[in-house]
């Protein structure tokens, strides 16, 4: 489970990047939103997800960007909300 706040991850969605679901490095290039099992320039794990996939499988924690788990919960339902209607193919 990797912890990033509700800012790192819309900063991630951004510029398609991955996390490493082992280490917790983000790449340092753009992935595929729903890459998986891609290898970690880290820690050298296939353990590289794209952001939208890691948060859809559940490796993704997203916290608030300050304290307040209320907020942190309402980020994190707007975002999967967000992912819903991206993978929604029309
Ligand atoms: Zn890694």
Same mark, same amino acid.
């Given at each position: 489970?990797?912890?990033?706040?509700?800012?790192?991850?819309?900063?991630?969605?951004?510029?398609?990047?991955?996390?490493?679901?082992? +280490?917790?490095?983000?790449?340092?290039?753009?992935?595929?939103?729903?890459?998986?099992?891609?290898? +970690?320039?880290?820690?050298?794990?296939?353990?590289?997800?794209?952001?939208?996939?890691?948060?859809? !499988?559940?490796?993704?924690?997203?916290?608030?960007?300050?304290?307040?788990?209320?907020?942190?919960?309402?980020?994190?339902?707007? !975002?999967?909300?967000?992912?819903?209607?991206?993978?929604?193919?029309?």
């Amino acid at each position: 489970m990797v912890k990033l706040t509700q800012q790192e991850v819309q900063g991630m969605m951004n510029f398609s990047e991955g996390i490493c679901i082992e +280490c917790g490095e983000p790449t340092c290039g753009p992935v595929e939103p729903d890459a998986e099992g891609y290898e +970690c320039g880290c820690c050298g794990e296939n353990e590289v997800c794209g952001i939208d996939q890691a948060i859809l !499988l559940g490796y993704v924690d997203i916290t608030g960007d300050g304290d307040g788990t209320e907020a942190a919960a309402e980020a994190a339902k707007g !975002l999967l909300n967000n992912l819903d209607k991206h993978w929604r193919k029309p």
